[in-house]
């Protein structure tokens, strides 16, 4: 009988790995590094893949992925998010057809600002208040493979965030062969996409690559006025050293987004049939925008230090400038706007007269503008051939400036720049300040240590992983405005009114504080700090050939966000844990790859935004526990290399433990009933398929993804119903064109054109808002490679 140790094997595994260029796709060069040998000594032989949408996975998590083999039938410029939909876990709802005007993300039952999104290993989310924006992701024709860890990070992840898992993606490496690619596409909603890139093969005395890559894109949306206006520029240079797999690389990567908003629709809407009339909310001069400028440049490093030590080095930089616009209608004499002046208003149109009939509307954007710098290194030991030690440190400091200075609106009801009067005209005050929305900034800093150890035992049949990290979060948080809760600030330099027996103070009426009884917050500067220890555990019994099994156990941990932070008194609620244990099974042969785990999640410290008794406000604060369980899987057949089906199911129970505090009746608490009710945003049954057949010079791809009913409000008294929507490619390669790796795509999303609520905005009693599913769509590309 062959060893798994022998030669044969060993080779197989080795060559199915560098065939990805990068496979283990992980958090980090350090996690890479580690999972890439874990491949070449467990490794099983058959494919690594099937079509790409169902990978042989090897470590003792749940983990799911795609690689660029699927990515590119997903149509051009689709968003990465989108395209791990049909992963078991995973719920994403796309706000287009074509992935530039953003989406949401779920993973087994939890929100995007409670998942981990990185790319090369360096985080993506918002360093504020954990957000994702799927919008603003790489190019897909750049992307190796993206991966989902289900309910669990890697020992080094750079997140104080992720309770209910990651998601990382991977950049290709540059190809050693001088090649160009040409690439525009064409569609429905008045679509055109430009991609380009040239890859400039090996030069200079020491064979270094390197790749340049822009794209275009500009389309309509499907429903109301406004649409998208998207460019991105990326880069990468890579530099082999040594022919033991040590590297030095630099990638560079600008996103440019100038999109409006889609108008949110009812569930009364959606059920009376209106939804989709061609009527938008949103105003026809577009000022209900949602610029981006985003960039970041990554390094990332492998050395050997000695035969059995390896030091990775992964530093990073990102820069973000965002926001989502609106308006505000303001009479020239608001009290706002005089502040502690003597003066009688603000000229706010011009006409050289202030008069307080005059109402003017101002554009009134929300602006966030963040510089990151971070850094991931590891250190690892392989001991001997079965047993390895590695040890890591992690560094996040991020700047987080949140303003809102307000601009003026051009003549043809446009704003006179898109980010207001931040890069614009302000609207100065006779006070000596300007007009401003909020006035907040923030440092978020991370320190991370971990250790993790791995061996292979009883001739690499039994494997044992055992990690620990630990995370040192400091926020560090200035306000210098007035609060009157988590959203809403007015910033003046009016003198308020004391509220007695309370630090908090009142103002006259405004345009931006609607009442004379809001009560606000002081002007403050405080900071937070938050720690944890994390342990996690796996072990894999490869029992059978082809067969194995594996359990993990991992705890999380999600520090406040900053929006959590920000309230009209000092709020203190403690970060949200979570511990989670996977029971699974995998068959990896020839033609058949699958996998099915059972799961369970206890998640406490639930932040919730809740009414207060003691206080008479609604505050942020720990609301108590969740459990969620279930089970998913995935299934991937290929029986002749020209057909293949891959599919997923995933089933999800979650319950909500307690109750939400509302107040006091007659010295009596009251409380929200939300015990025993399921998670909202959360189905209980999703299913995927896809069908891939190949026939001559065409490939041929079809593919669905079911969503049971998913609630919108806490009490569960409004459901979304379910939907099943389906998706066509077809590839005619132009195998004479080019290098042979040519090729005309036509793409239909939403075959079927169903109507199905997509993204959710949720409520705690009341009516949620929703974005719509897109209709069906088609768009054309034709790719040249030379």
């Not at 900071?527 to 050939?545: H, I, M, Q």
Request: net charge neutral; charged share 20%; aromatic share 10%.
């Amino acid at each position: 009988m062959t060893t798994r140790k022998s030669l044969i094997w060993a080779t197989t595994a080795l060559v199915g790995s560098l065939a990805f260029a990068s496979a283990a796709a992980a958090q980090s060069t350090g996690t890479e590094a580690t999972e890439l040998k874990e491949v070449v000594v467990t490794g099983a032989r058959g494919p690594r893949s099937i079509n790409g949408a169902v990978v042989a996975e090897t470590v003792s998590k749940s983990r799911a992925s795609v690689t660029d083999q699927y990515l590119s039938t997903q149509g051009a410029g689709q968003s990465v998010l989108n395209s791990i939909n049909l992963l078991p876990g995973v719920n994403f709802t796309n706000n287009d057809a074509y992935g530039s005007s953003g989406g949401d993300i779920t993973i087994r039952g939890f929100d995007s600002a409670r998942i981990s999104l990185t790319q090369d290993g360096i985080p993506l989310n918002d360093t504020g208040n954990y957000a994702i924006y799927s919008n603003q992701q790489l190019d897909p024709e750049l992307i190796n493979r993206a991966t989902v860890n289900l309910g669990t990070t890697d020992v080094d992840s750079p997140t104080a965030s992720a309770t209910g898992g990651t998601v990382n993606y991977t950049t290709r490496r540059p190809s050693d062969h001088f090649g160009v690619m040409l690439q525009p596409s064409i569609g429905q909603s008045n679509y055109r996409r430009f991609f380009g890139m040239v890859d400039t093969g090996e030069f200079g005395p020491w064979g270094t690559t390197a790749w340049f890559a822009a794209s275009k894109t500009m389309y309509d949306h499907f429903i109301g006025a406004g649409g998208v206006d998207k460019t991105q520029y990326n880069a990468r240079i890579y530099q082999r050293l040594g022919d033991n797999g040590d590297f030095l690389s630099l990638t560079a990567h600008y996103n440019e987004n100038r999109n409006s908003f889609i108008a949110r629709k009812t569930l009364a809407q959606f059920n009376a049939g209106t939804a989709y009339d061609s009527g938008n909310s949103l105003p026809a001069t577009l000022t209900g925008i949602n610029p981006s400028n985003t960039g970041n440049i990554r390094g990332s490093s492998r050395f050997t230090l000695r035969d059995n030590l390896i030091l990775t080095v992964d530093p990073s930089f990102q820069y973000t400038l965002a926001h989502g616009g609106g308006t505000q209608t303001m009479s020239e004499t608001d009290p706002q706007l005089r502040g502690n002046s003597t003066a009688a208003g603000v000229d706010l149109n011009g006409d050289g007269v202030i008069n307080g009939n005059t109402n003017v509307t101002l554009f009134r954007p929300n602006i966030t503008n963040t510089h990151r710098y971070a850094l991931t290194s590891s250190l690892i030991w392989n001991i001997n051939p079965d047993n390895r030690l590695r040890v890591a440190y992690t560094y996040d400091n991020g700047r987080h400036r949140q303003t809102g200075q307000f601009g003026y609106i051009d003549a043809n009801g446009r704003p006179e720049d898109p980010f207001a009067g931040r890069n614009g005209t302000p609207v100065n005050l006779p006070d000596g300040t300007i007009l401003r929305r909020r006035d907040r900034l923030s440092y978020a800093k991370l320190n991370q240590i971990a250790a993790e150890y791995r061996g292979n035992f009883f001739n690499d049949a039994f494997s044992l992983d055992l990690g620990v990290r630990a995370p040192y979060f400091d926020r560090e948080l200035n306000n210098y405005c007035y609060q009157r809760d988590t959203f809403n600030a007015y910033c003046t330099t009016q003198v308020g009114t004391p509220v007695a027996g309370t630090d908090l103070v009142t103002f006259p009426r405004s345009s931006m504080n609607g009442s004379a009884t809001n009560q606000y917050g002081k002007p403050r500067s405080f900071s937070k700090k938050y720690d944890a220890v994390l342990p996690n555990a796996g072990a894999t019994w490869r029992f059978a050939e082809n067969n194995s099994v594996y359990a993990s156990y991992a705890e999380g941990f999600s520090a406040p966000r900053t929006d959590d932070l920000y309230d009209v008194v000092d709020v203190n609620p403690e970060p949200e844990r979570t511990k989670s244990y996977d029971l699974g099974y995998r068959y990896q042969a020839s033609s058949l790859l699958a996998s099915f785990a059972l799961w369970k999640t206890d998640y406490s410290n639930r932040i919730v935004r809740t009414f207060d008794e003691a206080a008479g406000l609604f505050l942020t604060r720990n609301v108590g526990d969740v459990t969620l369980q279930g089970f998913d899987g995935q299934v991937g057949w290929s029986p002749t290399e020209k057909f293949n089906i891959t599919g997923s199911v995933t089933y999800t129970d979650s319950e909500v433990k307690n109750d939400l505090p509302n107040g006091v009746s007659n010295g009596v608490p009251v409380f929200i009933p939300t015990a025993g009710n399921r998670l909202v945003e959360t189905p209980e049954w999703q299913y995927g398929l896809r069908i891939a057949y190949s026939v001559g010079p065409f490939d041929f791809g079809l593919q669905g993804k079911h969503v049971g009913d998913r609630f919108s409000n806490d009490i569960n008294t409004e459901v979304a119903p379910s939907y099943t929507t389906a998706d066509l490619d077809v590839r005619y390669n132009l195998a004479n064109l080019g290098n042979g790796s040519s090729y005309l795509q036509l793409n239909v999303i939403n075959l079927f054109d169903k109507q199905y609520l997509g993204d959710i905005s949720t409520s705690t009693t009341g009516a949620a808002s929703y974005q719509l599913g897109a209709p069906r769509t088609a768009m054309l590309t034709l790719r040249a490679s030379f």
